[in-house]
């Protein structure tokens, strides 16, 4: 190896180690995040691999020079601050996929040196980033607990802000808004009035379909499947600060979500259902390789053919957010059916 790509390869090796121990250290210590730490945890010790392997990799540190490297007394004004957490991790995040991207490029001039290996740390490190990023906006803890899914069709024995208002007091920690066949003017108003029962009973709101809708009724977020806008452009609409939620049905769909910056993914169909025709059923083991998944994917909410005889299943594979429709909205007391469910999703326990 000669002694400019040493060199190079050892000065950025340590950036990265780094980096990666910074993300890692605000994912353990600021955000409890076990799957986003153990991914970071994961990424450094391959790092370690992929840099053993490469010929000539013990005596780089003998081309190291650290009293006469001319970079060292190069500084900025912006690297003496920092506005608070996230951006100490935006700076590791930018540190951590240049040095890698820096180490790529001089592996190339090495024999056997493997530089593939390292593209693929960084697109690993690119995941990473944007998941610790998404975590740090707060978004992440909102899709933990019971989803409702609101459709007035389906509400047999109250109306449908009663089911709503009954599902928010009994712990749902999101409604989110169904209705394929209103018009614009009537799907605004329920949305606007979703959102004030969401507000009263300190529920998330989301709304399935459609980024106008959402914004103008001032929801907390807006769902999408995978004929609706991609998940990027949807983001153009309603900014940074709004959730965006989308359907997955395999792990492809989950990486391509994860890819656009999805704050969350449905996870399933989990079990058949009658509220809406699936030809394939997804089931408890897309759930299972869904949280198992490395990089570590967006928050996950289970959802398809839910109910109070197979919650716990989920319960036991890992889940920490369900959807359920036609369970809550269709029960004669909608309330105690919400309860149960949540309850059991918190406990795991049999039925």
Known sequence: MNQ???RIIDANANRAREAIRVMEDIARFGLDHRALCAGLKQLRHDLAEALDALPGARSMVLHRDTPGDVGTGVTTAREGAREGVRSVA?????RLTEALRSIEEAAKTVAGGGGIAFEALRYRAYALEQVLLAALMGRAVAVAGVCVLVTEALCEHHPWEDVARAAAAAGATMLQLREKDLSDRELLARARKLVEIGR???ARVIVNDRPDIAICARAD???????????DEARKIVGAEMMVGVSTAC????ERALRDGADYCGVGPMFPTTTKHKPVISGPDYLRAYL???PPLPPGIAIGGINAENVQILAEAGARAVAVSSAVCSARDPGAMCAWIVG????????
């Open 221 to 231: 977020g807006v769902h999408l499947g995978q004929d609706d806008l991609p998940v």
């Open 292 to 294: 198992a998944h490395d």
């Open 344 to 351: 059991a999703l918190r406990a795991g326990l049999p039925v």
């Open 200 to 202: 009263e009973g300190r």
């Open 251 to 254: 792990i492809e769909d989950a």
């Open 4 to 6: 400019t790509s040493a």
């Open 90 to 94: 935006v700076a590791a995040g930018k």
